[in-house]
């Protein structure tokens, strides 16, 4: 039997309700598909340097002879790094503006992104600018220049961070970053070969698994990364000895030697420093230390410049800062340092804390507290920290230990 007249109607009007609801629904995903569409084809330029000087920028394909690469997927593999300088330069008439990325690196990348988070959620690389010159000329201003080795995250490729490199090098510094193939994303050499990273070498899965699997997993990829960077420091000083191009020949000054790094790299940064006599000065940004580092301690200046991890109270993060204490208790005490950048986020310290897409998505993130901050003022405190820091141990010209703060940068807080 059909329902009365004044019992449908209501139901009628529940289901329009819906209707337009739903409607409502899908022009909402619609608009924001194409907000998203629109500013993926919208240019946009990284943050201005705010050093003195211009930057150039060169590309090179480093092979190691003597060594074979020991996460290659193969038997008798050579090590090979690509290799980027950032450096303090000259910028002529015949110099132009070097693309964020090359045209082949910028395919192999999107290609491998798919086409959901190339299109909708992330920029158009070929949109993106830099403010460095390719292969100008170093700056004459200085005889030489101090040399500080970059380390992107976990499995990034180092033009991720152009940002902070060519702040660095707009302040006097020579940055040199690399790519691994087989550890990194995608490397792609100048002769075209395009080279992925392997399962095996992702550290994020690494470090999910725990206990003295973690622990060989991080150690077996941490001596690789920090064998990588011995090996760019050698090829640096023959660079420096007999540059063909005349370049960078007698211009580094292999004495002043900063390391740094994101995450892993972060960590890698550590171990380096321990290791390595050749380090001068580190930091390490929001990397999680890892190996005899944390017992053992290094003895040079050595910074940790963190994300805010106010909210985080478990017993693995509890473990990280235990871990960064170990290290900290033994470092000089005139030389080290501990920075917590307020509201910053772990993932924003490379090139998307200027790229992140959509003030839509940006207010959402700030609403659930992932973002506590804007991500290019992320970018240019962390710059700051981090051109503060080597000024004042490569360049004895930076601020005192307890001078790093400042009214320009109040999201810094110093812990002691």
């Not at 000083?237 to 005349?246: C, G, K, P, R, V």
């Not at 307020?342 to 490379?350: D, P, V, Y």
């Not at 090139?351 to 998505?361: E, N, T, Y």
């Not at 004042?392 to 930076?398: D, N």
């Amino acid at each position: 039997m059909n329902a009365p007249v004044k019992q449908r109607r209501p139901a009628r009007r529940i289901f329009k309700g819906f209707a337009v609801l739903a409607i409502l629904g899908v022009l909402g995903v619609a608009a924001l598909l194409v907000s998203l569409w629109l500013e993926h084809r919208t240019e946009v330029t990284l943050p201005t340097p705010t050093g003195a000087f211009a930057v150039g920028h060169a590309l090179y394909d480093w092979v190691d002879d003597e060594t074979l690469d020991k996460l290659a997927p193969g038997p008798g593999i050579k090590r090979e790094l690509l290799v980027s300088i950032w450096y303090p330069a000259v910028a002529g008439p015949s110099t132009g503006i070097d693309d964020y990325l090359p045209a082949p690196l910028r395919a192999a990348v999107e290609r491998q992104s798919g086409v959901l988070l190339s299109q909708f959620l992330t920029r158009d690389l070929s949109k993106v600018h830099t403010h460095s010159f390719r292969n100008a000329d170093l700056s004459p201003q200085q005889r030489s220049y101090p040399v500080v080795i970059m380390r992107a995250g976990a499995s990034l490729e180092v033009w991720n961070y152009s940002a902070l490199a060519e702040d660095l090098a707009s302040h006097g510094y020579v940055v040199v970053g690399f790519d691994a193939p087989y550890r990194t994303f995608t490397v792609v050499f100048p002769d075209g070969r395009v080279m992925r990273r392997t399962p095996e070498n992702n550290p994020e899965v690494c470090l999910e698994r725990t206990g003295q699997e973690r622990d060989h997993c991080a150690n077996r990829l941490l001596t690789a990364w920090t064998a990588d960077t011995a090996f760019v420091l050698n090829r640096l000083e023959q660079l420096n000895a007999s540059d063909a191009s005349a370049k960078f020949r007698g211009r580094l000054d292999m004495t002043r030697i900063g390391v740094f790094g994101h995450s892993f790299g972060g960590a890698a940064a550590a171990l380096f420093c321990h290791e390595d006599f050749r380090c001068k000065v580190g930091i390490d940004v929001d990397g999680a230390p890892h190996g005899s580092v944390i017992q053992a301690g290094i003895d040079r200046p050595f910074m940790f410049l963190l994300s805010d991890h106010s909210h985080e109270s478990d017993l693995e993060s509890r473990q990280i800062l235990a871990n960064m204490q170990s290290i900290y208790d033994r470092l000089p005490v005139d030389g080290r340092l501990r920075i917590v950048i307020r509201g910053a986020n772990h993932f924003l310290f490379s090139d998307d804390g200027a790229l992140l897409k959509s003030q839509i998505v940006s207010r959402t993130l700030r609403r659930l507290g992932i973002l506590g901050i804007d991500g290019r003022r992320q970018l240019a405190v962390t710059a700051y920290c981090v051109h503060s820091f080597f000024d004042a141990y490569l360049e004895r010209t930076g601020p005192s230990r307890l001078k790093i703060s400042s009214p320009l940068y109040p999201e810094i807080q110093v812990l002691e």
